[in-house]
């Protein structure tokens, strides 16, 4: 039997709509602050993530299902065109990679950021497909549904990692945290993240001790280790240090309650972009610092209730692939900050400067509208009326 919420208006998640204004604000003050010439492009695409949202959320999971391989199909080809495209005005370069189509009174789009959503939705449809038509679980089906994960995950990492290794690390995060609930049994798991782990570490430790060795073997250049070198001792670096020398100078000089909005002393090019958590820190301090990180818990606690809360598997794929995505994006971007980890270009979720990386998490959480919104509640099943 149906629930009695039917209205339009209960099957709004009004709470996630007080945190996309939070980090809208959040997002507009600090902007404003580094550059406000940028403020009324991220207004722009704020309201376009708006209608994005809107859009979404009037299709129910079968119709977004119907939807996966189309949408997957044109990120795809997207991809493909920056791989083989020359060098033009409508596909330039920008800093040693040719990532962006350049739209004239549009501004540039990032096929990478927008293949992070297709991703989430092609393995949830694969996961939730394979279930559907498997009886009988075993060891030789979850091998098959892990290939199938790694068939539909490895091609867009395969054209994105010749474009931006930063994007690449939030896919592999998102095809990990979805192999997790993806009901593959642990003693294929643990092996399998055994094996990466073991082989993570190996190579964080030749590129300290033994980069002869991936020189040779890996053909990494002598640019990707200067990161390495520009992360582990910034000062040591020289100019492939200042970045982050700087960083760690905006966000120690705010302290505990930071300088007041406005006093911005120390300078950080671009930091409306990947580095705007560092206004954030230089102006309020520890505890502006650590309202915006309790927002983001916040909001990923939702996320998770939401996924639990759900009476459909593709539902629960999707929200686990959303919550990867939006996880890793936070902890790589402050951690780079502050030292924590590697500088890789990645930018804080809602709040950096850009039109491509905003619209994937706005539509991102169109997803989450739209699995609210479609709710069935039955009787004496939880409601999702968080």
Same mark, same amino acid.
Not at 18 to 24: A, I, N, Q, T, W
Not at 222 to 250: C, H, K, M, N
């Given at each position: 039997?149906?629930?009695?919420?039917?209205?339009?208006?209960?099957?709004?998640?009004?709470?996630?709509?007080?945190?996309?204004?939070?980090?809208?604000?959040?997002?507009?003050?600090?902007?404003?602050?580094?550059?406000?010439?940028?403020?009324?492009?991220?207004?722009?695409?704020?309201?376009?993530?708006?209608?994005?949202?809107?859009?979404?959320?009037?299709?129910?999971?079968?119709?977004?299902?119907?939807?996966?391989?189309?949408?997957?199909?044109?990120?795809?080809?997207?991809?493909?065109?920056?791989?083989?495209?020359?060098?033009?005005?409508?596909?330039?370069?920008? =800093?040693?990679?040719?990532?962006?189509?350049?739209?004239?009174?549009?501004?540039?789009?990032?096929?990478?950021?927008?293949?992070?959503?297709?991703?989430?939705?092609?393995?949830?449809?694969?996961?939730?497909?394979?279930?559907?038509?498997?009886?009988?679980?075993? /060891?030789? %089906?979850?091998?098959?549904?892990?290939?199938?994960?790694?068939?539909?995950?490895?091609?867009?990492?395969?054209?994105?990692?010749?474009?931006?290794?930063?994007?690449?690390?939030?896919?592999?995060?998102?095809?990990?945290?979805?192999?997790?609930?993806?009901?593959?049994?642990?003693?294929?798991?643990?092996?399998?993240?055994?094996?990466?782990?073991?082989?993570?570490?190996?190579?964080?430790?030749?590129?300290?001790?033994?980069?002869?060795? /991936?020189?040779?073997?890996?053909?990494?250049? $002598?640019?990707?280790?200067?990161?390495?070198?520009?992360?582990?001792?910034?000062?040591?670096?020289?100019?492939?240090?200042?970045?982050?020398?700087?960083?760690?100078?905006?966000?120690?000089?705010?302290?505990?309650?930071?300088?007041?909005?406005?006093?911005?002393?120390?300078?950080?090019?671009?930091?409306?972009?990947?580095?705007?958590? %560092?206004?954030?820190?230089?102006?309020?301090?520890?505890?502006?610092?650590?309202?915006?990180?309790?927002?983001?818990?916040? /909001?990923?606690?939702? /996320?998770?209730?939401?996924?639990?809360?759900? =009476?459909?598997?593709?539902?629960?794929?999707?929200?686990?692939?959303?919550?990867?995505?939006?996880?890793?994006?936070?902890?790589?971007?402050?951690?780079?900050?502050? $030292?924590?980890?590697?500088?890789?270009?990645?930018?804080?979720?809602?709040?950096?400067?850009?039109?491509?990386?905003?619209?994937?998490?706005?539509?991102?959480?169109?997803?989450?509208?739209?699995?609210?919104?479609?709710?069935?509640?039955?009787?004496?099943?939880?409601?999702?009326?968080?």
């Amino acid at each position: 039997m149906r629930g009695r919420n039917n209205s339009v208006s209960d099957k709004v998640d009004w709470t996630l709509c007080l945190l996309l204004l939070l980090f809208c604000l959040t997002s507009c003050v600090s902007i404003y602050s580094a550059d406000k010439d940028y403020l009324p492009s991220q207004i722009m695409w704020y309201v376009i993530g708006s209608v994005a949202i809107a859009v979404i959320t009037y299709f129910d999971n079968d119709q977004l299902r119907k939807l996966t391989w189309i949408l997957y199909g044109i990120g795809i080809a997207l991809l493909l065109g920056l791989v083989f495209a020359p060098i033009t005005d409508f596909t330039p370069e920008r =800093n040693g990679a040719q990532s962006w189509y350049v739209i004239p009174s549009v501004g540039s789009i990032q096929p990478s950021e927008y293949m992070k959503v297709f991703t989430i939705m092609a393995l949830s449809k694969v996961i939730h497909d394979h279930h559907e038509k498997t009886v009988y679980t075993s /060891l030789k %089906t979850d091998l098959i549904l892990l290939c199938k994960i790694g068939l539909t995950a490895g091609i867009p990492i395969g054209l994105v990692i010749v474009q931006d290794f930063g994007t690449t690390l939030v896919l592999i995060a998102i095809v990990a945290g979805m192999v997790l609930v993806s009901g593959i049994t642990w003693k294929i798991i643990i092996p399998l993240y055994s094996s990466i782990i073991s082989f993570g570490a190996l190579v964080m430790y030749l590129a300290v001790f033994g980069r002869s060795l /991936l020189a040779k073997y890996l053909s990494i250049d $002598q640019y990707q280790f200067a990161r390495i070198d520009s992360w582990l001792d910034p000062v040591e670096a020289g100019d492939s240090g200042l970045q982050l020398v700087w960083s760690l100078q905006a966000i120690g000089s705010g302290l505990i309650s930071g300088k007041g909005y406005g006093n911005v002393e120390v300078y950080i090019p671009e930091r409306h972009t990947d580095f705007v958590f %560092t206004i954030i820190g230089e102006e309020y301090g520890f505890v502006g610092g650590s309202i915006l990180i309790i927002l983001y818990f916040l /909001l990923i606690y939702h /996320l998770i209730r939401t996924a639990f809360l759900s =009476n459909d598997p593709y539902s629960i794929y999707i929200c686990v692939g959303v919550i990867s995505m939006i996880a890793f994006h936070v902890f790589e971007n402050i951690g780079m900050t502050i $030292q924590l980890l590697p500088i890789t270009g990645i930018p804080l979720p809602f709040i950096s400067y850009g039109g491509s990386s905003l619209m994937t998490n706005m539509m991102a959480m169109g997803l989450i509208f739209s699995i609210r919104y479609h709710h069935r509640s039955y009787m004496f099943s939880p409601s999702l009326s968080i």
